[in-house]
């Protein structure tokens, strides 16, 4: 991949950006904003204000790029993407050139630029895809590795496929949330006491997965796939995913096909989509894989990203206890892997497509991204700073994670993704 002049670490702006603010210069996200007094839009943000792409372009600004007034005036990102890769790189590369601190067309000309910035607790955050389809996969070798240990015995852990593939099963767009969303406390069938029936009730055991997924450009025609090494071209950018998952209900129903109602009730996303250009600077590699992977699945160079993620639970009316401290660069099968695997007997993939990472866990207990390994299946409630105590979410508490990069005094940050847990309905 050439050089992308908006991930130049050297580079300042004119706007003041907080300091670790996950938002520098260097980020650029996409994502839909509204106010009261504007309607829904494609913006960026730098530091703490959201830059109005739609009133950007109208003030002449975005000239000589790929783009339409439409493109901006619309209330998902979906039309952009359409524009592919080369223009969305094309696009963040002139943001960065406008909020550059040595570019003075648009710094000098405070009208503008009070149309342009708009201050980010002035802004809602819309939903910022449109999601077509939704694949989840369960990539991470110790979060799999763990839930094989409790549910199964630690010599037979993973599954005879785990190391051959990336498992992977198609969830539901339609319950995607964005992220400050409350999610109901879902009901369906759980078996408490094994040697009885099942019963109708509300999920006793809910938990959070700690997850990132990855949004999609248009893949090929149907019939085609798509190889490691042009992956990461059909991949517009990346957010935060809360991947909720009523544990008791999955235990009873997943046996022969996998994850129903424990899963489709509610999957939270963060608001800004961090382009996977902006993410380049945090290449790493991943881990070694061991059996060697069949030739579709082999890739070049690093695929791999450091991103280091946090959990954490805030009761109702307390602080909140971090929980949780793991990292994306754990992940057995990466990106690349994944739609490589998606793609090889032809699926097609669309723009706007959602992929989900699966649970993300790393070596040690402090790493692990759910509440079913944290407290180990309940064994070991984890403390609150309000002095209680969490086996699985409680209602009233507010799950938050977030995520961000940081090399060469350069950090890169995806913001949040929160969800409160409301009471079961009757």
């Known amino acids: 991949m050439s050089t992308i002049a908006a ?30 007094q504007l309607t829904p839009r494609v913006a960026s943000r730098i530091g703490d204000f959201a830059i109005d792409l739609k009133s950007l372009y109208v003030l002449g600004y975005l000239e000589n790029l790929p783009f339409e007034h439409s493109d901006f005036d619309c209330n998902t990102l979906n039309v952009l993407m359409k524009r592919g890769k080369k223009a969305s790189r094309e696009l963040r590369n002139r943001l960065s050139k406008l909020f550059d601190s ?17 201050p980010i607790d002035q802004v809602t955050m819309c939903m910022p895809v449109e999601i077509g389809d939704y694949t989840d996969f369960y990539s991470s070798r110790e979060h799999a590795t763990n839930v094989g240990t409790m549910f199964r015995d630690p010599e037979n852990a993973l599954l ?21 969303e409350p999610v109901r406390r879902p009901k369906g069938q759980i078996k408490p006491i094994p040697e009885e029936p099942p019963i109708y009730a509300a999920c006793r055991n809910l938990d959070f997965e700690l ?18 090494d042009e992956a990461e071209d059909f991949i517009f950018g990346m957010c935060l995913f809360n991947d909720w998952s009523a544990r008791d209900m999955q235990t ?22 961090v382009t996977l250009d902006a993410l380049q600077a945090f290449k790493v590699d991943g881990p070694e894989q061991s059996p060697e992977v069949l030739s579709y699945l ?11 993620l946090e959990v954490y639970i805030q009761p109702e009316n307390a602080d909140e206890t971090k929980i949780c401290t793991s990292n994306f ?63 699985f979410i409680q209602d009233g508490d507010t799950v938050i994670m977030r995520g961000f990069s940081s090399k060469d005094g350069v950090r890169v940050g995806f913001g949040e993704v929160t969800g409160k847990i409301l009471p079961a309905l009757d």
Not at 160 to 171: A, E, M, S
């Open 102 to 118: 040595n570019y003075k067309d648009l710094q000098k000309n405070q009208h503008h630029v009070e149309q342009v910035l708009i």
């Open 7 to 36: 991930n130049n670490p050297a580079l300042t702006s004119w706007v003041e950006v907080p300091q670790n603010s996950d938002f520098p210069i260097q980020n650029l996200p996409f994502g839909i904003v509204k106010t009261s």
């Open 211 to 228: 997850e990132m997924a990855f949004i999609t450009f248009d893949g090929k025609p149907m019939g085609e796939r798509i190889s490691t």
């Open 160 to 180: 005879p496929n785990w190391l051959w593939l990336p498992v992977g099963y198609h969830g539901r767009s339609s319950s995607i949330i964005i992220s400050g």
């Open 298 to 308: 082999e890739y070049k160079d690093q695929k791999s990203y450091d991103i280091q």
């Open 252 to 273: 009873w129903e997943y046996v022969p096909l996998g994850p129903f109602l424990a899963k489709n009730f509610a999957s939270s996303i963060s608001p800004w989509i």
């Open 329 to 391: 660069k754990y992940m057995y099968w990466n990106m690349a892997q994944q739609l490589a695997h998606h793609t090889v007997n032809g699926c097609n993939i669309r723009c706007g497509d959602l992929m989900g990472s699966g649970t993300i866990s790393g070596p040690t207990p402090d790493s692990y991204g759910s509440m079913l390994e944290l407290a180990w299946k309940g064994t070991k409630p984890l403390p609150m700073n309000d002095g209680t105590e969490r086996k």
